[in-house]
């Protein structure tokens, strides 16, 4: 009989100590930072990214998988925090006859009872088991992850959770957690007519959950759609790697996504003292830096006129 335990994700997990958890405070830190950095690049990376572009993104890649299996090695067996962010509502565990490419297990996990992200792995590496989220392999060659936490107590969430289930033999869980405090999706990037039915890719935000590489697309009927991540099979067939966990889900990630396509954003060049004025007056903006060196800043039309009260005008903006 599979054992059974009280709907709470810290009820199978022992406590850490002081050491651990300073210790866990600094890697958390470190990841932060490093997903930081990496999704500023991500943002600003060209259609067609050089060989050097790829590379230093590769190399911030392996940097964050590198913190994560310290992270992984330190939580291994430990408790979460009262204050850790409990975002999974439920999640099953299907271990490996024979590890593949370093993973033991395969997982799905339910976020706020609103977003399924399937894919999820659990690896041997050389500190121990970690959690390794989706990725997918581009054009390019590169993998980047298709789904992933928002910060380091959401990333601490899925690591403690399914690794201390794992090693307890608790291959189902279900858990009473609340709603997703925000539904949001952003970055949209429009792609040019050759791209045919595919209009653009964007970013879709479900609490502290990131879905990267959300499409929107024309169907034949002409109406434009949301399209989540998925991955081509070997016999062809198309596999769901984060869908919507209920209709009402789908169509409210849909009518974000649709909204954040519409938008027109509007575009303009800022020093460092503009960024700065706009930073403490708790103005926020989205800022990458292009192939120049210079700070572009994206602009919701609806912050325009608050932008333009700190920082002059300029005589030239331009929207897309």
């Known amino acids: 009989m599979e054992p059974k335990f009280e709907s709470n994700q810290a009820a199978f997990m022992p406590k850490k100590n002081a050491a651990q958890e300073t210790e866990l405070q600094k890697l958390n830190d470190e990841i932060a930072k490093a997903e930081e950095s990496f999704e500023s690049m991500r943002r600003s990376m060209p259609l067609v990214p050089n060989a050097d572009y790829l ?18 090695a330190l939580t291994s067996g430990a408790s979460m925090s009262e204050n850790t962010n409990a975002s999974i509502s439920k999640f099953t565990i299907s271990p490996l006859a024979q590890p593949i490419n370093g993973s033991v297990a395969v997982c799905s996990a339910t976020f706020y009872n609103t977003l399924t992200v399937n894919g999820i792995t659990i690896n041997e590496g050389k ?12 054009k390019q060659g590169r993998f980047i992850d298709v789904a992933h936490p928002l910060s380091a107590d959401g990333r601490r969430n899925i690591n403690e959770t399914l690794l201390s289930a794992y090693k307890s033999g608790v291959l189902k869980q279900e858990f009473e957690v609340a709603p997703p405090k925000r539904i949001a999706a952003q970055n949209a990037v429009k792609y040019p007519p050759e791209y045919g039915n595919s209009l653009a890719r964007l970013d879709v935000v479900v609490g502290d959950m990131v879905v990267h590489n959300a499409k929107i697309i024309k169907g034949k009927d002409d109406v434009l759609r949301l399209s989540m991540p998925s991955y081509k099979t070997k016999d062809g067939n198309y596999t769901s790697i984060c869908v919507p966990a209920t209709k009402e889900a789908y169509a409210e990630f849909n009518d974000k996504a649709l909204k954040e396509y519409n938008t027109e954003y509007v575009y303009r060049k800022l020093s ?7 930073e403490q007056a708790g103005i926020k903006v989205q800022i990458h830096q292009n192939a120049k060196g210079e700070n572009i800043a994206k602009i919701h039309p609806d912050d325009v006129s608050k932008v333009n009260q700190v920082i002059a005008p300029p005589a030239n903006t331009f929207r897309k």
């Open 55 to 72: 590379g230093r993104m590769q190399a911030a890649a392996s940097n964050i998988e590198q913190i994560k299996e310290r992270i992984a």
């Open 127 to 138: 500190n121990g088991l970690y959690v390794k989220m989706p990725q997918k392999r581009t």
């Open 272 to 278: 460092d003292d503009d960024a700065a004025k706009l």
